[in-house]
């Protein structure tokens, strides 16, 4: 969350102060750098609606809550980063090779793109720090930022090579590089963001962890499956099957047991008992699980939500 918020911030002051300088020197890879600002801003808006959008909770259209949305929007995001960060900045490139125009290049290009460094790099520290698995949200700033730092840098090594070699294809080719790295990042987070669409299996600690919470409950007997998804960075939704102790079951169920048994003299006697024993085994096994549900998240916070069943 706050990875996005620094991000958005740094990126909408960098592109401001990029467009500024790229239509007064002419440079294709400053106008590059704007671009890739801009998608940059717009992306991480994106990513920041889908934030808020999967914390919506659950509705009776939505039981399960809205938190794989996020993924939704981080998927729109990513390809906003190939159609109109890499394709854009891409296509500015090529057409700087073709028309060539020689850039004004000043002291205050240099600057910008010295305060842009400064910007977009204390922004990547910030995402490494926040860095957490599953968080597509976090991944994309810190790829954005990333390749953000690295374009920056191409930039500058493109505008002083045009400065001091007198070649304007080198502000081009700045243009063209950039723009390829952005669409290799966008295919990275829109095949990872896709992933958790089709609910992606949760870090293999955490399933173990639930794994040996399940194994050190009295009643369970034996796991026989376990299914443990991503909902979202921070909730997980899990689906275990167990062979439940019966003995255990019928331990507590004794007493009462014992004193309808006393009460059978014929045949129908005995089916009714059968079918008491029934109704009264199922709602107890139905209790149990419950029980079993609630304990295990309140040891497991992150799962959200629970599903035992016996086998």
Known sequence: MRSVKVAITANFLVTCLKFIVAFSSGSASMLAEAVHSLADTLNQGFIWVGIIRSKIGPSKEFP?????????????????IF?????????????????PREPLITNWTLAVLAV?????GSSL??????????????????????AAVFGLFLAAVAVLLTRFTGHIYWDAVGSIIVGVVLAAIAVILIFTNLEYLIEKASPEELHNEVREYLKDMPLVEDI???????????????????????????????????????QIENFTDFLQFCAAFANRITRTVGAKIDEMEDALKKKAPYLKNVDIKPS
């Open 64 to 80: 399960f809550g809205r938190g794989q949305e996020r993924y939704v929007w981080g998927l729109i995001s990513a390809c906003g």
């Open 83 to 99: 159609f109109v960060g890499a394709g854009v900045t891409i296509y500015h490139g090529i057409v700087a090779l073709v028309y």
């Open 116 to 120: 842009s460094f400064i910007a977009e």
């Open 125 to 146: 520290v910030v995402a490494i720090i926040d860095k957490k698995d599953c968080d597509t949200a976090n991944l994309a700033v810190l790829l954005e930022d990333s």
């Open 224 to 262: 026989k499956d376990i299914r443990m998804i991503v909902l979202t960075p921070d909730t997980h939704r899990i689906r275990a099957e167990v062979e439940l102790n019966g003995y255990l079951l019928i331990k507590e169920m004794s007493e009462s047991l014992k004193e309808d048994y006393e």
